[in-house]
């Protein structure tokens, strides 16, 4: 089966623009929010995810293709979403952020009745340990396979298996616990 | 298969990465216990919950930023020579520690009946500052 990325990743390689401009589009907003509901920030976020495609723009010429595209672009946006966690603390709150925002706003507008049941899922997530919240977003949102997951984050298949029953249950636990 | 066997599995039912033959064991005790169905479904609540948190749009003009800044990194390290870019680099070291010394507000605003005060330090403020009207900054 070829990937319909590798094309794109390849002209880009080699310096074409519209090429990268048409694979940046494809990416942009899967991107946005994995990084996003990762670190809990979207303004970080959007920072990050342009650091994800300049490296991504960089490195193209050297893919090896053994993976598909789509995963070698989440693991490079998995490792600066980590490196974002880094610079801010490990230990900072992210629930904190995800309440509070930047300049009072909230990092996900949520109107409607619908809201609080959307913060609590929103705050459950932010508690999740990283490795869970990411296998969980990825399988979730991107509807990855566990052999995906498991080649961006860096683990066995049955590691990706492991953490996706944490995430499920400890998830279950702190929106039932609220 | 008991209880607790089967919950470990759902995650991985929900997500139909169980081989064949886990997967038919899983089903059958589901279609007999409404405790290990009901854990099924909340997990497919949570699952929905997450999948329908509000999306980010990326700003309209996210791409082309992207790619403009691209194109300029692709330009820079391409076409700028190899001792062009040590001596930019070189310049904004030197800027930088200037700036250390002296501060951004003196560097812009202080005016030149200020020199006179120690020959040393004025000289090379003015050195400096000569440099910087030549490079046209």
New interface residues.
């Given amino acids: 089966m070829t990937d319909p990325d590798l094309k794109l990743l390849r002209a880009a390689g080699q310096?074409d623009?519209q090429a990268?401009?048409l694979l940046?589009?494809r990416y942009?907003?899967p991107l946005?929010?994995f990084i996003?509901?990762y670190i809990g920030d979207?303004f970080l976020?959007?920072e990050a995810?342009?650091e994800v495609?300049?490296k991504v723009?960089?490195a193209a010429p050297r893919f090896e293709a053994k993976s598909k595209v789509s995963t070698w672009i989440f693991r490079i946006a998995y490792n600066q979403a980590m490196t974002e966690i880094d610079r801010r603390g490990r230990h900072r709150d992210l629930c904190q952020t995800l309440s509070n925002g930047r300049e009072g706003e909230e990092p996900?507008?949520?109107p409607g009745e619908v809201s609080e049941?959307?913060h609590d899922?929103?705050s459950a997530?932010s508690r999740l340990p990283e490795n869970q919240r990411a296998a969980?977003?990825l399988?979730?949102?991107e509807e990855l396979?566990?052999r995906e997951i498991a080649d961006i984050l860096g683990v066995s298949v049955e590691s990706v298996?492991s953490l996706?029953?944490r995430a499920?249950t400890n998830?279950?636990k702190y929106?039932d616990h609220r | 298969m008991d209880c607790s066997l089967v919950k470990r599995n759902l995650s991985a039912f929900i997500d139909k990465e169980l081989d064949d033959t886990k997967s038919g064991i899983v089903q059958q005790h589901l279609e007999t216990c409404p405790e290990c169905r009901d854990h099924l479904h909340e997990f497919g609540a949570l699952d929905g919950l997450v999948h329908g948190l509000p999306k980010i749009d990326p700003a309209p003009d996210f791409a082309s930023m992207v790619v403009r800044s691209a194109m300029s990194a692709s330009s820079y390290s391409k076409a700028t020579p190899l001792l062009s870019r040590m001596k930019t680099a070189a310049d904004r070291i030197s800027d930088f520690v200037f700036t250390l010394f002296e501060g951004e507000a003196r560097l812009s605003t202080r005016a030149l009946d200020e020199f006179d005060d120690c020959p040393p330090l004025s000289m090379s403020f003015a050195y400096f500052k000569l440099l910087k009207g030549v490079k046209g900054y």
Wanted: aromatic share 16%; charged share 25%.
């Fill in positions: 310096g623009f990268f401009e940046v589009k942009q907003a946005l929010n996003a509901r979207r976020a959007e995810a342009q495609f300049l723009f960089r996900f507008s949520m049941l959307r899922v929103m997530l969980l977003l399988r979730v949102n396979s566990y298996e996706l029953f499920r998830l279950k929106v």
